[in-house]
T-cell receptor, first 115, second 114 residues
Framework: TQLLEQSPQFLSIQEGENLTVYCNSS?????LQWYRQEPGEGPVLLVT?????EVKKLKRLTFQFGDARKDSSLHITAAQPGDTGLYLC???????????????FGAGTQVVVTP | DADVTQTPRNRITKTGKRIMLECSQT?????MYWYRQDPGLGLRLIYY???????NKGEISDGYSVSRQAQAKFSLSLESAIPNQTALYFC?????????????FGPGTRLTVL
C-alpha cells in the first residue's frame, strides 16, 4: 500500500478549466514535494512545502500543505495544454529514523489538457 | 548540458543477461539514488548512496546491485535480468537536506527484459 494516496488517478479537462489534485496520508510529513513528469523524461521538482497550512503559488499553480502536515493539494487555474503531464507528490515521513530521510512517492495523477 | 545523465536511454535484453545502467551528475551533490517506475506504482527506491563509501538498500533491492565509482557516478546492475524487471529506471541526486531532500532526476532508461 502507498503511504501517499493521490486522487484522482486520471484527469482529462478542456483548456481554460480549473483542476485540483489531492495527495493524502494518515502519516505526518516533515515536508511534501510536487513533481511533474512528461513522457520520456524524469520528474521535475515544482515546489516543496514545509510548514503546516503553507500555501505556495507558481504562476497558475497553487500548492497547499494541510495544517496537520498529512495532506497536500495542487490547484491549476485556467489549465493549458502545456500543463499536461504526470503529477507526483512525494514526502519525508516525520517518524523516519534515518539520519536524513527518504522520499516516499505517490502513484501519480495523469493530467491531460486538451485545446 | 543536462545536470544528471543516464545511459543507455533504451535497452532490450533477454532473460539471464547482465545489464548495467549508468548515471553521471554535474550538480556536485553527495547523494545519489536509483528508482524504478511502474505504471500505477509511482517511484520505488532501489538503492541510495550518501557518498562514495556509503551504499544503502532501498525498498526493492533484491536482484539489483550498485557501484558508486566517484562522487559523480552511480551505476546500477542487474546480475541476471528477469522479465518483471522491465520498467523505467531513474537516477536522481540531492544535496544534504534532511527536511527537504529535493531530488533532481535524470531522463530515465527504459529497460525491457524478454
Amino acid at each position: 500500500t502507498q503511504l501517499l494516496e493521490q486522487s484522482p488517478q486520471f484527469l482529462s479537462i478542456q483548456e481554460g478549466e480549473n483542476l485540483t489534485v489531492y495527495c493524502n496520508s494518515s502519516s505526518v510529513f516533515s515536508s511534501l514535494q510536487w513533481y511533474r513528469q512528461e513522457p520520456g523524461e524524469g520528474p521535475v521538482l515544482l515546489v516543496t512545502v514545509v510548514t503546516g497550512g503553507e500555501v505556495k503559488k507558481l504562476k497558475r499553480l497553487t500548492f497547499q500543505f494541510g495544517d496537520a502536515r498529512k495532506d497536500s493539494s495542487l490547484h491549476i487555474t485556467a489549465a493549458q495544454p502545456g500543463d499536461t503531464g504526470l503529477y507526483l507528490c512525494a514526502g519525508i515521513p516525520s517518524l523516519t529514523t534515518d539520519s536524513w530521510g527518504k522520499l516516499q512517492f505517490g502513484a501519480g495523477t495523469q493530467v491531460v489538457v486538451t485545446p | 548540458d543536462a545536470d544528471v545523465t543516464q545511459t543507455p536511454r533504451n535497452r532490450i535484453t533477454k532473460t539471464g543477461k547482465r545489464i548495467m545502467l549508468e548515471c553521471s551528475q554535474t550538480k556536485g551533490h553527495d547523494r545519489m539514488y536509483w528508482y524504478r517506475q511502474d505504471p500505477g506504482l509511482g517511484l520505488r527506491l532501489i538503492y541510495y548512496s550518501f557518498d562514495v563509501k556509503d551504499i544503502n538498500k532501498g525498498e526493492i533491492s533484491d536482484g539489483y546491485s550498485v557501484s558508486r565509482q566517484a562522487q559523480a557516478k552511480f551505476s546500477l546492475s542487474l546480475e541476471s535480468a528477469i522479465p518483471n524487471q522491465t520498467a523505467l529506471y531513474f537516477c536522481a541526486t540531492s544535496a544534504r537536506d534532511r527536511v527537504r531532500n529535493e531530488q533532481f532526476f535524470g531522463p530515465g532508461t527504459r529497460l525491457t527484459v524478454l
